[in-house]
């Protein structure tokens, strides 16, 4: 079973233009998310997919694989089905660019251990909330699922509503995706739906055309460089796990 990680990389970020060209502690952002992709196990290789030639010219520098995509697109997924189109795989695994500190092990749960049954497969992993604080925040997306662990919605506000009960913990969906070829082109040749285009949530697409979208489970904590308030976060834990040898350049 061939399985490849896909890094979106776009350059024209509208909080955060250049993004993946960071510096952290001497390395560009894309670059730590690499190398935290190609610790996990079942990951042939790793391609950053880009649209820029800035962030080409980063890869090249530091030895990193990567992909030109197209300026046009509208969302990662759309971009990671173009590299898919270039590299045959029987999965690609995505992985948010902007995640540095994600953790091999949080990557290698969405990796099925067998082949699906089925031609169309996408999952996506999902984490509890500990921080009440991260339930209100918009760019937090959430998810509840049905009893067989299957997305039954998303949305940027806390759901469900604790009315009848206070016996509930908040899940907000990671980073992390899994698709076959099938899902990335379903997805491509699909139009947004009501709901999406409300909330702005691609997996809502799966979800309000009827696909199912499956929901795994981790025990982590994601910090994603959304704003240069970030970075400077992201920088010192580096910087701490670098003193510490957890870390290695």
Same mark, same amino acid.
């Given at each position: 079973?061939?399985?490849?990680?896909?890094?979106?990389?776009?350059?024209?970020?509208?909080?955060?233009?250049?993004?993946?060209?960071?510096?952290?502690?001497?390395?560009?952002?894309?670059w730590?998310?690499?190398?935290?992709?190609?610790?996990?196990?079942?990951?042939?290789?790793?391609?950053?997919?880009?649209?820029?030639?800035?962030?080409?010219?980063?890869?090249?520098?530091?030895?990193?694989e990567?992909?030109?995509?197209?300026?046009?697109?509208?969302?990662?997924?759309?971009?990671?089905?173009?590299?898919?189109?270039?590299?045959?795989?029987?999965?690609?695994?995505?992985?948010?660019?902007?995640? $540095?500190?994600?953790?091999?092990?949080?990557?290698?749960?969405?990796?099925?251990?067998?082949? $699906?049954?089925?031609?169309?497969?996408?999952?996506?992993?999902?984490t509890?909330?500990?921080?009440?604080?991260?339930?209100?925040?918009?760019?937090?997306?959430?998810?509840?699922?049905?009893?067989?662990?299957?997305?039954?919605?998303?949305?940027?506000?806390?759901?469900?509503? $604790?009315?009848?009960?206070?016996?509930?913990?908040?899940?907000?969906?990671?980073?992390?995706?899994?698709?076959?070829?099938?899902?990335?082109?379903f997805?491509?040749?699909? $139009?947004?739906?009501?709901?999406?285009?409300?909330?702005?949530?691609?997996?809502?697409?799966?979800?309000?055309?009827?696909?199912?979208?499956?929901?795994?489970?981790?025990?982590?904590?994601?910090?994603?460089?959304?704003?240069?308030?970030?970075?400077?976060?992201?920088r010192?834990?580096?910087?701490?796990?670098?003193?510490?040898?957890?870390l290695?350049?």
């Amino acid at each position: 079973m061939k399985i490849i990680g896909v890094i979106p990389a776009r350059y024209q970020s509208s909080r955060f233009p250049g993004k993946p060209l960071a510096d952290i502690c001497g390395r560009p952002m894309i670059w730590w998310v690499c190398q935290q992709v190609k610790k996990v196990q079942g990951i042939q290789t790793v391609y950053v997919a880009t649209d820029d030639d800035r962030v080409a010219q980063c890869c090249e520098r530091w030895g990193l694989e990567y992909l030109m995509t197209s300026s046009q697109h509208k969302t990662s997924t759309q971009r990671v089905y173009e590299a898919a189109k270039a590299v045959t795989a029987d999965y690609y695994v995505c992985i948010n660019g902007d995640e $540095p500190l994600i953790q091999p092990e949080t990557i290698q749960a969405i990796l099925p251990e067998k082949e $699906p049954t089925r031609d169309f497969y996408v999952a996506n992993l999902m984490t509890r909330i500990k921080d009440p604080v991260e339930a209100v925040d918009f760019t937090n997306i959430k998810v509840v699922t049905d009893d067989e662990g299957y997305a039954l919605f998303m949305s940027r506000s806390p759901i469900p509503y $604790p009315k009848a009960s206070l016996d509930y913990s908040y899940y907000k969906h990671v980073g992390v995706l899994a698709y076959s070829i099938e899902a990335l082109r379903f997805f491509d040749q699909t $139009p947004k739906g009501f709901n999406e285009q409300i909330e702005d949530i691609n997996e809502l697409r799966f979800i309000e055309h009827g696909r199912k979208l499956k929901m795994i489970e981790v025990d982590c904590h994601t910090l994603s460089v959304d704003t240069p308030k970030d970075l400077e976060k992201v920088r010192l834990m580096v910087k701490e796990d670098l003193d510490r040898g957890i870390l290695r350049l």
